[in-house]
């Protein structure tokens, strides 16, 4: 079973830059959506941006449209979300994930077998 893991997560000052990095195990995923979500604390889960596998088509929520860049490498088995300009509320936990059969949906840690670990984000002012 493929496994995702990522990488990248930090703490910097808002304004500043971070690159995520997610890898695959186990498998490859050259033929399969994948995207970025994210988990603040106390709050719902949200997704972030997705790529298509097929034509490389991006998708953003409006909160981060000009601000984060979701790329893809299948030769490296690796997915990216470069993101700039980071403000407080961009804090959170980042998580990759392949697009599961029922589609882009937020669903209980105990379901994201199609998710990785997560990748803590701290932003501060």
């Known amino acids: 079973q493929v496994q995702l893991g990522e990488s990248g997560g930090g703490s910097v000052q808002s304004g500043g830059s971070l690159r995520l990095t997610c890898t695959a195990s186990g498998g490859t995923f050259y033929d399969t959506d994948m995207g970025w979500y994210r988990q603040a604390p106390g709050n719902e889960c949200e997704l972030v941006s997705t790529?298509?596998?097929?034509?490389?088509?991006?998708w953003y929520t409006d909160s981060v449209k000009g601000r984060f860049t979701i790329s893809r490498l299948d030769a490296k088995n690796a997915v990216y979300l470069q993101m700039n300009s980071l403000k407080p509320e961009d804090t959170a936990v980042y998580y990759c994930a392949a697009k599961s059969p029922a589609g882009w949906i937020c669903v209980p840690v105990e379901r994201r077998e199609y998710w990785g670990n997560g990748t803590l984000v701290t932003v501060f002012s």
């Open positions: 790529i298509t596998w097929s034509d490389r088509r991006k």
